[in-house]
């Protein structure tokens, strides 16, 4: 039954942005400074929002990686793709969007994994997250502008410490933390090792882009993906141990334990 | 109080509590449209207290302009609407008791509502760049489980540690830890991280980019990492090590390895002991610490031994193969006595027993000779040997480095052995002593971002004096053939002294990279022997056996090399001009060269994507010659063979072509790699041999055209379906070459060597594994006749972890030797270990079991420029070893 009900939201999806392609009307840039693996320094990605506020509809991208297939924010900005990676990214030079449609209650993210030694990509689908953030009296200034208000608010194994100014009336906000009363400015989690912070904004935004939801990969529910990704780092497991020389013993129990901006799901 | 009144209490309580969890419950439901009553969706809707202007409660409206809102309690609120691009809408809330349901309607005007492009400058996020040390708090990551270092080290994301000790940062395997800035161990540095307590340790320091010259560290190319471990400040080491003994049930093996470290502010040591009969080298423990890994001046030149007592051990791994009995001891130490000078100390003695037991059956080519003997050999060699080196470094400012150093080895060899050649007894003694000394001194100055001079002096002395006796009557004086020397007795020595100055220029921008050197050498190698045949208690020296030799080298040179690399195309050029002078000394003569040398070479890398890499170089080089192969006089090089040379130049010239392509990258389940390589010389010293029953003499002499070709094919499978790994590989060589026999007959000889290897390993992780292969040599020589031998090695190996703390491996191996059609000889070999280490104990044990099927002699058959020989050898029979291990 599954896999009927996400073949159906991913034709609606698909119908619908083929239909009437829907025009950005809000763009928010930020720098997403992560550092998951505590052996580098944190590393500065740019990234961005579109956002369509009648549509309720916004789409997220990292544009650091590698091309994007919609290179336009990185024409727009100067200040972006300052980022060297020492990793193999995960993209396939067609970007990883994360879609978000609040009127359908759906997500959908474009992830690419290792399958088989193959780059395989995926569009992972979920409801449009609902964070229950606690407002907080403290406020601040930032960058000048903003008015700023904190709310801290939990997310898959992270807690987030966000400043929202309420004088831009969107609930919207970076990756998948949105829900606030007010556009999210600046957010951290608290073991420090994400952080977004607001770079540029423009309504009505100047950029001539689409939202749609991403298009290549195979549709799969977050459940079904996080299986993929546990099987992918066991598979990797097996060919580290069988590539080992004569002689050698090992006993690899994990690849890394480097974490993402997801730690644990709660699939209830 | 009375029942009746707790009830009513009670009651009034329940009453009150229900009321407010109705409050709780009441919604306001409602809808946000514009001024032609068209719905507005992601409007937000915000419910205030007036008086503290603080937010209650939000939400947003959908599609359709709904929203609902839940009201904690009832009172006066303040309900806020706001849109992007419509005006912002506050009016009261008034929330009565009692009151469940509220419907609310909000008109939103439109407003030209626009946010001007902004940027926001804040310069924070911007200084985060990459650094190339990271230092990490160890106390984030301690739970108080952690033991010693390496526990520690496997919690830090990023940081992974395998079961033998080794650490990877990233997948990268690390240069070295240090600790405190301090390298006692270089890449031993499993001593450290297996012994340590870990709550010693404050910070972890991640260096990326790493360089031992810390001046060198950003003008290199270099993705090294280390780690350095710095100690919280109250907590030194005084002693803390590990102690593994082991002994066979017979008492007729034994194994013990003693590391201690006591690490202080100012001092560091490290001492490592090992004695054993199982046939460990412990020299290879602290190899890492004799050798430099950076180049140094004249590195090439070394004295040699001139004649060898033909003691040899089986081709086999140094535990089966090696009759050994050894006694190792080293003292590694660090001092500071001031922040900016740092003294480093080695030193070590070892002294080894190693007894030999072969028996050769060596037959000439019949295009050269037709001729063979047998020969069954004896020996038994005592080796000591002493090493001290003593290195100061001391950091001159902030972008400048001296550091000096002097190197100290003594050694002396004493090899007695019987021999039967031929059916004639014969004994041979050698005494070596070598003795050399290597003064290093070394500056580094950084002149700015990318450019940075290096100075580097050397002088460096090593001699080798050796004695040789062979007492027996087993061949007749040279060229004096009614004439046998009961004995025969060689005096000789070669000693070398170098001196050498080379400055080096770095440059490194983002797409090119300059190293340009210049620099002078000289090198003085001085050779003499002396040869006395005894004839019925006569002694009669052999003039033409004579050596005095005097042979230097000097060497004025540049060299530049220059590396551009954009996009997927990498281009590397290189060019040595150098300036020989070269002076060969003998009794009689004295002969001089000069020679002018512009040796280029190129390097052409093309990666085009991840998956594939195409390289090729060509390299044209003027090679010296070594004065053991320039030497006029004979020379007793074994027990019955006599060399000297006729080869009368110093250089000779080659070419090399060299291309690559590798497929795949890391983490795809198929991998190949082809390369060819392509030598040819166009003079090259080969060999005139001159046969009689009982020995040979051979000459040096300067031949043409020599090629020699190399082909190697790897290629490599996972299959996931099964978890099992595929690794084939071929490998080809041929060379073409040609020896002579007088009357100056040269012999057209070629070699050809194919391997084929084919492995598969398993990756099922968990309860069992197993790695099986095959291996197969062949090699053959022709000239006119054609002679072949053929290796085969079969292996199975099981890995069993039994438990969590118990892991079995099992190694079974056939060996079979063929020489041409003849029966094969065949081997099988067999050990057991079985490791038990308990988790959190300071104590692990260690069962051995090897050569079960206890095999003693191992033969061999071996082709070589003009013979072909069976060799056979003695190895260690079968044993069990019981072990444990103890931290201390």
């Given at each position: 039954m599954k896999p009927i009900i996400l073949a159906c939201l991913f034709i609606v999806g698909l119908a619908g942005a083929k239909a009437q392609p829907?025009?950005?009307?809000?763009?928010v840039a930020y720098d997403y400074v992560h550092q998951f693996d505590i052996t580098q320094s944190p590393t500065v990605d740019s990234v961005v929002l579109f956002a369509n506020v009648d549509h309720q509809v916004a789409l997220y991208r990292n544009v650091s990686y590698g091309k994007e297939s919609d290179p336009k924010a990185e024409v727009e900005d100067g200040d972006f793709g300052m980022v060297v990676?020492?990793?193999?990214?995960?993209?396939?030079?067609?970007?990883t969007p994360l879609f978000t449609d609040f009127l359908h209650n759906v997500l959908q993210e474009r992830k690419i994994t290792l399958v088989n030694g193959r780059k395989e990509a995926f569009i992972v689908e979920e409801k449009a997250l609902n964070i229950r953030w606690s407002l907080q009296e403290e406020y601040k200034e930032i960058g000048g502008r903003f008015s700023c208000q904190k709310a801290i608010g939990t997310l898959r194994g992270r807690t987030y410490v966000a400043w929202f100014d309420r004088s831009i009336p969107v609930p919207l906000g970076p990756w998948k933390l949105h829900g606030l009363p007010g556009l999210l400015i600046e957010v951290e989690d608290t073991q420090q090792q994400v952080a977004f912070r607001l770079r540029s904004i423009s309504y009505p935004c100047k950029i001539d882009a689409s939202i749609h939801a991403p298009i290549e990969g195979k549709h799969v529910s977050l459940q079904e993906f996080v299986a993929i990704e546990e099987k992918v780092a066991e598979g990797y497991i097996q060919y580290l141990q069988s590539r080992m020389p004569r002689g050698a013993v090992t006993r690899i129990t994990s690849v890394s334990k480097t974490p993402g901006l997801e730690v644990n799901y709660s699939f209830e | 109080m009375n029942p009746s009144s707790i009830i009513r209490g009670v009651l009034f309580v329940l009453l009150g509590l229900s009321t407010l969890s109705l409050w709780g419950q009441m919604q306001v439901k409602g809808r946000v449209v514009d001024s032609l009553e068209q719905p507005i969706s992601f409007a937000l809707l915000v419910v205030k207290n007036p008086a503290a202007n603080q937010i209650l409660t939000s939400t947003s409206t959908d599609g359709a302009g709904d929203f609902s809102l839940s009201i904690p309690a009832p009172g006066n609120y303040l309900l806020e609407a706001r849109r992007l691009g419509y005006a912002t809408i506050q009016r009261p809330l008034v929330v009565s008791p009692g009151q469940a349901r509220l419907e609310i309607r909000i008109t939103l005007p439109d407003i030209a509502y626009t946010l001007d492009e902004f940027v926001v400058r804040d310069t924070r996020i911007k200084m985060q760049k990459q650094q190339d040390t990271?230092?990490?708090?160890?106390?984030?990551?301690?739970?108080?489980?952690?033991?010693?270092?390496?526990?520690?080290l496997k919690k830090i994301p990023g940081i992974e540690v395998?079961?033998?000790?080794?650490?990877?940062?990233?997948?990268q395997s690390i240069e070295r830890v240090m600790i405190e800035g301090d390298d006692l161990f270089e890449k031993g540095y499993a001593v450290l991280t297996k012994n340590i307590q870990a709550d010693l340790i404050d910070k972890i320091q991640v260096l990326n980019?790493?360089?031992s010259n810390a001046m060198l560290k950003d003008v290199l190319d270099s993705d090294q990492v280390a780690l350095n471990l710095l100690l919280k400040e109250d907590r030194k080491v005084p002693l803390t090590g590990n102690i593994e003994g082991g002994l066979s049930p017979l008492l007729d093996r034994h194994s013990t390895r003693v590391n201690l470290i006591s690490i202080r502010k100012k001092t560091k040591h490290f001492l490592f002991g090992n004695v054993n009969n199982t046939g460990e080298n412990p020299t290879g423990d602290i190899?890492?610490?004799?050798?430099?890994?950076?180049?140094v001046p004249?590195?090439?030149?070394?004295?040699?031994?001139?004649?060898?007592v033909q003691g040899a051990q089986a081709p086999l791994a140094d535990i089966r193969a090696n009759l050994n009995q050894t006694a190792f001891g080293s003292l590694s130490s660090i001092f500071r006595p001031l922040d900016k000078v740092k003294i480093k100390s080695l030193l070590f003695g070892k002294h080894d027993v190693t007894e030999y037991a072969n028996v050769t059956v060596r037959d000439y080519l019949p295009a050269l000779a037709d001729f063979s003997f047998t020969n069954q050999f004896d020996a038994r060699e005592r080796n000591n040997e002493a090493f001290a080196r003593l290195s100061t470094e001391i950091a001159v400012s902030e972008t400048a480095s001296l550091e000096g150093s002097y190197k100290y080895t003594l050694q002396q060899a004493n090899s007695q052995a019987q021999r039967l050649f031929n059916q004639v007894a014969a004994t041979e003694t050698l005494a070596n002593h070598a003795v050399s000394g290597d003064l290093q001194i070394q500056y580094t100055q950084k002149l700015s971002a990318g450019r940075a001079l290096e100075i580097k002096g050397r002088y460096w002395t090593d001699r080798k004096p050796q004695d040789y006796l062979l007492d027996g009557t087993i061949y007749p004086i040279p060229n004096q053939d009614s004439r046998w020397a009961d004995q025969v007795q060689q005096t000789s020595e070669n000693g070398i002294a170098f001196a050498g100055l080379e400055a080096t220029y770095y440059q490194k921008s983002k797409a090119w990279h300059h190293t340009g050197k210049a620099g002078f050498n000289y090198l003085q190698d001085n050779l003499s022997s002396g040869l006395i045949f005894q004839d019925q208690g006569k002694y009669a020296p052999w003039p033409a056996a004579d050596n005095q030799e005097k042979y230097s080298i000097s060497d004025q040179f540049i060299k530049w090399r220059t590396k551009y690399s954009i996009g997927k195309i990498s281009l590397l050029a290189a060019t040595q001009l150098r300036l020989v002078h070269y002076q060969l000394s003998t009794r009689e003569q004295g002969e001089r060269s000069t020679a002018f040398n512009v040796q280029p070479a190129v390097e052409l890398t093309y990666t085009p994507n991840d998956r594939h890499e195409l390289q090729l170089m060509y390299a044209y080089t003027q090679r010296d010659l070594g004065h053991e192969t320039l030497y006029r006089s004979w020379l007793l090089a074994e027990f019955n063979r006599f060399n000297r040379s006729q080869v009368r130049q110093f250089q000779l010239p080659g070419h090399a072509l060299l291309g690559k392509y590798v497929f795949g990258e890391w983490g795809q389940n198929f991998q190949g790699h082809a390369s060819f390589f392509y030598n040819y010389a166009p003079e090259y010293i080969g060999t005139n041999y001159w046969f009689t029953s009982s020995f040979v003499e051979t000459e040096f002499i300067p031949l043409q055209n020599q090629h020699l070709y190399s082909t190697q094919l790897t290629a490599e499978q996972f299959f996931p379906f099964c978890k099992l790994n595929l690794n084939i590989s071929y490998e080809l060589n041929y060379s073409h070459f040609q020896n002579s026999i007088p009357p100056e007959q040269l012999v057209d000889l070629v070699n050809t060597a194919n391997a084929f290897n084919v492995e598969i390993r398993s990756g099922f992780g968990g309860f069992l594994n197993f790695h099986a292969g095959i291996n197969q040599r062949y090699n053959s020589l022709s000239g006119g006749a054609s002679t072949q031998t053929v290796q085969q090695l079969l292996f199975l190996d099981i890995q069993l972890r039994l438990t969590k703390n118990l892991l079995l491996q099992w190694k079974n191996e056939r060996l079979q030797n063929r020489q041409d059609q003849q029966r094969p000889v065949v081997y099988g070999f067999a050990d057991l270990d079985l490791r038990y280490s308990p988790r959190n104990s300071p104590a692990s044990f260690r069962l051995i079991a090897r050569n079960l099927l206890n095999v003693r002699e191992f033969q061999t058959f071996r082709v070589a420029d003009s013979f072909l020989e069976a060799q056979s050898f003695g190895v260690i029979g079968r044993y069990?070893?019981?072990?444990f291990n103890m931290r201390l």
């Open positions: 829907i025009k950005a009307d809000l763009f990676h020492n990793k193999v990214s995960m993209t396939d030079g067609k970007g | 990271v230092t990490i708090n160890a106390d984030a990551f301690a739970d108080g489980t952690e033991i010693v270092i390496e526990d520690l395998s079961e033998s000790g080794a650490i990877s940062v990233r997948g980019r790493f360089s190899a890492n610490l004799l050798y430099s890994s950076s180049s004249g590195e090439d030149y070394q004295a040699r031994n001139l004649v060898q069990v070893l019981l072990q």
